[in-house]
């Protein structure tokens, strides 16, 4: 059974930083995109990063560009979120997914998703 991971979030300051994790079992995702979504309070789950199965390639929204950095370990399945120069508007549960097929980059279309980690800023 797939299962995903997320830890790292919790309470900081405005201008401080987070560094989310995510751990991968039940199959390995070395082949396969993975990346970061974010649910804030009353919105819709928007995109945040996302990074291809070699991670030579990534791709961020507009709001991450600059402040938050992805990455991945393919040999401990795992993908983490470094967050910068947060800000209050960045309070969200954020969640890990992975694309099932191997080798297909993009943004959106994700299977598997983690059950969250809470982010709050405070201002």
């Known amino acids: 059974q797939v299962q995903l991971v997320e830890s790292g979030g919790g309470l900081v300051q405005a201008g401080g930083s987070l560094r989310l994790s995510c751990a991968g079992s039940?199959?390995?995702?070395?082949?396969?995109?993975m990346g970061w979504f974010r649910q804030a309070p009353g919105k819709v789950r928007e995109f945040v990063a996302a990074?291809?199965?070699?991670?030579?390639?990534?791709s961020y929204a507009d709001f991450a560009k600059g402040r938050f950095t992805i990455s991945r370990d393919n040999a401990k399945n795992t993908v983490d979120l470094q967050m910068d120069s947060l800000k209050p508007e960045d309070t969200a549960v954020y969640y890990c997914?992975?694309?099932?097929?191997?080798?297909?980059w993009g943004t959106g279309g994700y299977d598997y998703w983690g059950q969250g980690t809470q982010v709050t800023v405070s201002s």
């Open positions: 039940g199959r390995t995702f070395s082949s396969n995109t």
């Open positions: 990074i291809s199965w070699s991670g030579g390639t990534t």
């Open positions: 997914a992975v694309r099932k097929l191997a080798a297909v």
